[in-house]
């Protein structure tokens, strides 16, 4: 959760501001779904995860919490129910043709509702160098592929902004906004330990100056 702090950050950012209740989704619950409510306690938050293991914790602060099998099952709503989806970091975990997920998610979303969606970017720096000596950036097939991992499947694809962008185009959303992320240098200095601080900070300045170069793909969307 730490390590990802600037992902939610930028989450919460992307939020729309209404004196009014939204209905928001969260798909792979965290506890960031909670500081949502906590943060939002007029809006009403609903989780979906494919366990029921933050489900005590949702019930408490008064978020629904529905399970969801994404491989297989359709997501548990109506159609057109929420304002705002938030799809960070579970795509590239889903063994399903991404089309026809997102697909779905936009079912679930009235017209002109926001859809928030980050996934790791493949041409990240760390994955460029790694190709450059012969190294698959990826881990291997038998561990991110089995099922019996209580958080689902391992990263089954993942992909450049140009190949996500196409692809929520194709599912009749409009790209408002796309960005590539990274931690902040303060992060990267508190979360490093000394011998990996120097060479992480040599990294992120490299991103700094080339973004297509950080590790996550951004994306802020409307269903068109």
């Not at 306690?41 to 366990?51: G, M, Q, S, V």
């Not at 599912?171 to 490093?192: G, M, P, Y």
Request: overall charge positive.
């Amino acid at each position: 959760m730490q390590s990802h702090r600037y992902r939610f950050k930028r989450i919460i950012n992307s939020i729309p501001r209404s004196s009014s209740p939204i209905r928001i989704l969260d798909i792979g619950a965290t506890p960031f779904t909670v500081f949502l409510k906590e943060n939002y306690p007029h809006y009403e938050i609903f989780a979906l995860d494919r366990t029921g293991l933050m489900e005590e914790r949702c019930k408490e602060k008064g978020i629904q919490l529905k399970t969801c099998e994404l491989d297989n099952d359709p997501i548990p709503f109506e159609d057109s129910y929420f304002d705002v989806v938030i799809f960070t970091e579970v795509l590239e975990h889903i063994f399903r043709p991404p089309t026809s997920v997102l697909k779905e998610v936009g079912r679930i979303m009235r017209h002109g509702g926001t859809l928030i969606l980050s996934v790791p970017n493949i041409a990240a720096l760390h994955n460029r160098i790694k190709l450059l000596f012969g190294v698959t950036p990826l881990e291997s097939p038998d561990d991110q592929m089995k099922k019996d991992w209580v958080h689902g499947h391992g990263h089954i694809h993942e992909y450049t902004m140009k190949e996500i962008t196409s692809r929520l185009e194709s599912c009749n959303f409009r790209i408002s906004n796309k960005t590539f992320l990274q931690q902040s240098a303060s992060d990267v200095i508190e979360q490093s330990d000394k011998k990996r601080r120097i060479p992480r900070l040599i990294r992120w300045c490299l991103h700094a100056v080339i973004p297509q170069f950080k590790p996550t793909i951004y994306i802020e969307c409307c269903k068109a």
